[in-house]
């Protein structure tokens, strides 16, 4: 199976294409073409070291006609590249958030559709055996009974491609929330931040989002960039649900071990649990194989970008923002 890793403009793509490459079947393709004035040769670098083909633009990665692509471009071209990825019939693993609007979201959901082939969003806690298990343990009743409230943190590292942290953390967390309520659209939206960390206004580095739905389950999400560059590990995603009976606690990527790092003159942090990229990527070649889905589709990219839009509306008006739900919802 051909698999084109699209752009190294994103953190992950790198992983994404080592761990690709370990695949059993699977013959990875490069494309960066767009470069970075920095790291011009950035794509190309890694696939000199993985013995990978690369190639130079996106017509010629097309003209491939690779079964699967995984989009890890900046977020304005992320449309332009899933859009030719199903026009050629590839199925696509897109980074969040999908698009910067949701007229641009919208169109790629249905290009995926009128092709045949399925847009999953690459929100790795959601394939964590563990959130499985969390998903059944709710979905039964008996260790929580009625789920009332959802509470997320997501300490990162820092933002992407100059965003902050809404438009960075926010998704992964609320990826988590959508699966658990079945993709229940989200009827308002509160939110707060500050750029203190950042030092850059409309760069908010702590975000706080309040957000209600209809069935009257409340999730509150907190994504911030507090934790430092070398213990990226440490930050989650981490969730707890509670109930009329009972909460659970889930958490990406628990500590392992801890402690003083003297060579480092710093506080040392291993994470325990699966190398959740791997396994997302191991779901995504094998959704391929079967044509059976796996994690988050378009449709809950969606409804995850349309909270992410209000959420930046309601700091900037300092009011909750109401969003349409249909009377089906």
Same mark, same amino acid.
């Given at each position: 199976?051909?698999?084109?890793?699209?752009?190294f403009?994103?953190e992950?793509?790198?992983?994404?294409? &080592?761990?690709l490459?370990?695949? /059993?079947?699977?013959?990875?393709?490069?494309?960066?073409p767009?470069? !970075? /004035?920095?790291?011009? *040769?950035r794509?190309?670098a890694?696939? &000199?070291?993985l013995?990978?083909?690369?190639?130079g $633009?996106?017509?010629?990665?097309?003209a491939?006609? /690779? #079964?699967?692509?995984?989009?890890?471009?900046?977020?304005?071209? +992320? +449309?332009?590249?899933?859009e030719?990825a199903? @026009?050629?019939?590839?199925?696509?693993? %897109?980074?969040?958030?999908?698009?910067?609007g949701?007229?641009d979201?919208?169109?790629m =959901? &249905?290009?995926?559709?009128?092709?045949g082939?399925?847009?999953?969003?690459?929100?790795p806690? %959601?394939?964590?055996?563990a959130?499985?298990? =969390?998903r059944?343990?709710?979905a039964d @009743?008996?260790?929580?009974? $009625?789920?009332?409230?959802l509470?997320?943190?997501?300490?990162?590292?820092? *933002?992407?491609? @100059?965003?902050?942290?809404?438009a960075a953390n926010?998704?992964?967390l609320l990826?988590?929330v959508?699966? =658990?309520?079945g993709?229940?659209?989200?009827?308002?939206?509160?939110?707060?931040?500050? $750029?203190?960390?950042?030092?850059q /206004?409309?760069? #908010?580095?702590?975000?706080?989002?309040?957000? +209600?739905?209809?069935s009257?389950?409340?999730?509150?999400?907190?994504?911030s960039?507090?934790?430092?560059?070398?213990?990226p590990?440490?930050?989650?995603?981490?969730?707890t649900?509670?109930g009329?009976?009972?909460?659970?606690e889930f958490?990406?990527?628990p500590?392992?071990?801890?402690?003083?790092?003297?060579?480092?003159?710093?506080? &040392?942090? =291993?994470?325990?649990?699966?190398d959740?990229?791997?396994v997302?990527l191991?779901a995504?070649?094998d959704?391929?194989?079967?044509?059976?889905?796996a994690?988050?589709?378009?449709?809950?990219?969606?409804?995850?970008?349309?909270?992410?839009?209000?959420a930046?509306? !309601?700091?900037?008006?300092?009011?909750p923002?109401d969003?349409?739900?249909?009377?089906?919802a």
């Open positions: 199976m051909k698999v084109a890793v699209l752009s403009a994103h992950r793509a790198a992983t994404y294409a &080592r761990l490459h370990g695949m /059993p079947g699977v013959d990875v393709i490069i494309a960066d767009d470069g !970075s /004035p920095d790291d011009p *040769a794509g190309e890694v696939a &000199r070291q013995d990978a083909t690369y190639v $633009s996106w017509d010629e990665v097309f491939l006609r /690779p #079964e699967a692509v995984v989009v890890t471009s900046e977020t304005a071209r +992320r +449309r332009e590249l899933v030719r199903a @026009g050629i019939g590839a199925h696509v693993l %897109c980074e969040q958030p999908m698009a910067t949701e007229a979201a919208q169109a =959901v &249905r290009a995926c559709e009128d092709a082939v399925r847009l999953t969003l690459a929100s806690a %959601c394939f964590s055996p959130f499985d298990a =969390v059944k343990e709710l @009743g008996d260790a929580v009974g $009625s789920l009332t409230t509470h997320g943190t997501y300490d990162g590292t820092g *933002a992407t491609h @100059g965003g902050g942290v809404l926010a998704p992964y990826d988590l959508d699966a =658990v309520l993709g229940e659209p989200a009827q308002q939206v509160y939110a707060q931040a500050n $750029s203190v960390l950042s030092g /206004p409309g760069v #908010e580095s702590a975000a706080l989002v309040t957000v +209600r739905y209809p009257g389950t409340v999730a509150a999400i907190d994504c960039r507090s934790v430092s560059a070398d213990q590990a440490a930050g989650g995603p981490r969730m649900f509670i009329d009976q009972g909460s659970l958490n990406a990527r500590r392992l071990l801890g402690g003083y790092d003297a060579a480092a003159a710093g506080e &040392r942090w =291993v994470a325990g649990g699966v959740l990229d791997a997302m191991g995504f070649v959704s391929v194989r079967k044509g059976q889905g994690g988050p589709d378009g449709e809950a990219g969606v409804r995850t970008l349309r909270i992410i839009q209000a930046y509306a !309601s700091v900037a008006s300092g009011r923002v969003l349409a739900v249909s009377p089906t």
